[in-house]
């Protein structure tokens, strides 16, 4: 049997068409389906940082440091000596105070000798709240000499009781007015009180 021109011109034009159908089943059989993603090592640690792989994507891994304080061994403070009884007293836990209350001898001005011999006495009284014991000085703070020591022993006294403080000085021998003026001290050396005079005239 013959083929006219028709049926040739027919086969040709199925051929490519035929080709274009077994490439396209070429390739859902090799590649149409992709790759499952494979998991990175480390992916199931807690805190791993890390995903399964992704076709086309790239991991970095960074380093992190942990701060870890640096202990710090503890240095206690140096010992403190205790403080005296008498010390405490000073501090706080009681007040000092010394109250003028007259002058027992040698009022101020008295004539007295050049050179003689002087007792002066005061009396006051303990208006603080502390017992004035051996610790406890009496100095001269301003004014003449006359021969006298620069400190003294406070007169004992209980608190609220009254006491007299007597020393003993020297009158100069030059004539003119003279002036001494004396305080009371705490054993941390603290002036508290009214201050004390002795006011004299040598002729």
Known sequence: MKHGPAAAGARGAARPALFLLVLMTACRATGADPAPSVPTPGASEPGGGLTAASPGLSLTMTAVSVFSP???AFVPHESVE??????????????DNLVFMGDLTYPDRALVFPGQALEKQWKVRNAGRCDWGPEYRFRRVGGAALSAREEFALYPAAAGSEAV????LTAPLAPGDYISSFRAFSPL???FGDTL????VVA
């Open 197 to 200: 005079y002795i006011d004299v």
């Open 82 to 95: 205790p403080i005296p009884p008498e010390t405490q007293a000073a501090f706080g836990s009681c007040a």
């Open 189 to 191: 050396g603290i002036a």
């Open 70 to 72: 640096t202990a710090t």
């Open 165 to 168: 403080i007597s020393i003993h």
